[in-house]
T-cell receptor, first 115, second 114 residues
Framework: DTGVSQDPRHKITKRGQNVTFRCDPI?????LYWYRQTLGQGPEFLTY????????KSRLLSDRFSAERPKGSFSTLEIQRTEQGDSAMYLC?????????????FGDGTRLSIL | EDQVTQSPEALRLQEGESSSLNCSYT??????LFWYRQDPGKGPEFLFT???AGEEKEKERLKATLTKKESFLHITAPKPEDSATYLC???????????????FGSGTKLNVKP
């Protein structure tokens, strides 16, 4: 049983550079979520996909952030012109649809450090 | 405003010393409450789902309970390997797009000393 996979695990970049993260959800899950987590805090919701459609975006997701899920499988999260405040762990989660609300299953995240 | 509060922020226990973690919430349209465990450098790992007041779930030394306003995670005779951050999340219904949104608390960092 393969879980949610995220790549890379760590990314160090200079301020102003663009970065892109990838998430491969559990194969039969059609719902995919991105979260951001800073030290000592719980995950904060960023955006949600159902299949290839991006259906909800948090106000945390500024214009510098964009997410895609082109074929309803893997997803990418891009941050343009990175800033110091973007340093965080970026988590991806997926869940299936079902009669009762399903838990979200998380990957191990991409830790982003902005120099 | 939807809010999830966990207490205490940190908890140090001796091995075998039982205790409880608290998760209180103010969320409209609650659909479920979830407990996760998170180890350093890892993503949250799902533990339990609770859907209605009075419900209880157990797994090894952990037992989760739910009331209308809060949930407790009871840890009985903990071991050092239970050391982790325990996160609570509430799932609230958003009618648009058939979307259940998760709100996480800040977690309780548990340290169990041998």
């Amino acid at each position: 049983d393969t879980g949610v996979s995220q790549d890379p695990r760590h990314k160090i970049t200079k301020r102003g550079q663009n970065v892109t993260f990838r998430c491969d959800p559990i194969s039969e899950h059609n719902r995919l979520y991105w979260y951001r987590q800073t030290l000592g805090q719980g995950p904060e919701f960023l955006t949600y996909f159902q299949n290839e459609a991006q259906l909800e975006k948090s106000r945390l997701l500024s214009d510098r952030f964009s997410a895609e899920r082109p074929k309803g499988s893997f997803s990418t999260l891009e941050i343009q012109r990175t800033e110091q405040g973007d340093s965080a762990m970026y988590l991806c989660a997926s869940s299936p649809t079902g009669e009762r609300n399903q838990p979200q299953h998380f990957g191990d995240g991409t830790r982003l450090s902005i120099l | 405003e939807d809010q999830v509060t966990q207490s205490p922020e940190a908890l140090r226990l001796q091995e075998g010393e039982s205790s409880s973690l608290n998760c209180s919430y103010t969320v409209s349209g609650l659909r479920g409450l979830f407990w996760y465990r998170q180890d350093p450098g890892k993503g949250p790992e799902f533990l339990f789902t609770l859907y209605s007041a009075g419900e209880e779930k157990e797994k090894e030394r952990l037992k989760a309970t739910l009331t209308k306003k809060e949930s407790f995670l009871h840890i009985t005779a903990p071991k050092p390997e239970d050391s982790a951050t325990y996160l609570c999340a509430v799932q609230a219904w958003r009618a648009s797009y058939n979307f259940n949104k998760f709100y996480f608390g800040s977690g309780t960092k548990l340290n169990v000393k041998p």
